[in-house]
């Protein structure tokens, strides 16, 4: 096996027996060839282990890493502490890679000047909810740096298991870390906060799986409030470092979440478009009208809002009077 391979597949396994075969299988078909595997067994007691053996035993370029049970950070750490490639390229055991995905992600990171790339992706598994349908298709909507940027703070913009990233920049920014919220989203913020580049194939290049069983289902690391805490802290680090005073547009249930946890920096105020709650108080923040926001570059904005087709309204809004998206404001939820 080559010492130095372009692609190092970061694997972590966890009772994966059911899957991890096709899984494997398609690492095996992939067109580009100069990779290893190195797979962490993380305490499975189902077959995950003699799955993996017995692969290894037919590529040379597949290590095996077998550690006591502690979960998907610490597995993703050791993997990434062992792997040698120039590139690291997360897959999950549940997951199905197209056999061109390594291929074009090595040239676009190579080609478009990329730090992390990630691919669009196609459900696979149990019937999507309306939700998750609606996030798939937004995912799949962000595909060059400027449109994943503009979005950061909405929703992880790239698949975890789709990363393939520089090793060099994935050791810059710390590598993965457990603070208690999604360790994907987190790296991501620390790649940006460093000013590395983002971009996406236009091609679904993974059918990623989701089932009820999915850990981003059932761990309380994924959860809505864990989420918002990692943006408001990524926030105070980022657009609301500065000496502007900032403000939230949105106090229904969305942005409502927001205004209660927001600590010890609550926004000067906050904008609603019901004229019944100009005036009043929600969780403590003065409610005004858009008209009453500061003007560009006076503050700095969040908006919390979560109904269809409301976030293309107030942009156009905002750059009809001279704000600049990401200089004046910003979308969470």
């Not at 499975?44 to 095996?64: G, K, M, W």
């Not at 669009?120 to 799949?140: D, F, K, M, T």
């Not at 950061?152 to 990363?163: A, D, G, K, N, S």
């Not at 409030?225 to 470092?241: D, N, V």
Request: with cysteine.
């Amino acid at each position: 096996m080559d010492a130095s391979p372009i692609v190092s597949v970061i694997l972590p396994c966890f009772n994966a027996a059911d899957t991890l075969p096709e899984c494997l299988e398609s690492l095996a078909r992939q067109s580009f060839q100069d990779w290893e595997i190195v797979a962490v067994d993380d305490g499975s007691i189902d077959e995950t282990p003699d799955i993996l053996r017995a692969f290894a035993a037919q590529h040379s370029n597949v290590r095996i890493i077998s550690m006591a049970h502690s979960g998907i950070v610490a597995a993703l750490q050791r993997a990434c502490a062992e792997a040698k490639g120039t590139y690291l390229a997360r897959m999950d055991a549940d997951d199905v890679a197209d056999a061109d995905r390594f291929a074009q992600q090595v040239s676009m990171m190579e080609r478009g000047g990329l730090d992390l790339c990630g691919t669009r992706v196609v459900h696979w598994g149990s019937e999507p909810g309306e939700g998750l349908a609606r996030y798939i298709e937004w995912i799949n909507g962000l595909v060059d740096h400027d449109s994943i940027v503009r979005n950061l703070f909405i929703e992880c913009p790239i698949p975890h298991p789709t990363f393939m990233m520089s090793r060099s920049a994935y050791d810059a920014s710390g590598g993965y870390q457990d603070q208690g919220w999604p360790e994907d989203y987190d790296l991501i913020m620390r790649f940006y906060l460093a000013g590395f580049r983002f971009g996406k194939t236009s091609e679904p290049l993974l059918q990623w799986r989701h089932s009820e069983g999915r850990l981003s289902r059932i761990d309380e690391r994924y959860s809505p409030e864990k989420f918002r805490r990692l943006k408001r802290h990524y926030l105070a680090l980022s657009h609301l470092s500065g000496s502007r005073a900032f403000y939230q547009w949105g106090a229904g249930s969305v942005g409502k979440n927001w205004l209660r946890e927001w600590e010890a920096e609550k926004p000067r105020a906050v904008v609603d478009l019901h004229p019944r709650k100009i005036g009043k108080k929600i969780h403590g923040v003065r409610v005004i009208a858009q008209e009453d926001l500061p003007g560009p570059e006076a503050a700095f904005t969040v908006v919390a809002v979560g109904a269809p087709g409301a976030r293309e309204e107030i942009r156009e809004w905002f750059n009809s009077r001279g704000y600049e998206e990401l200089r004046d404001y910003l979308f969470l939820a």
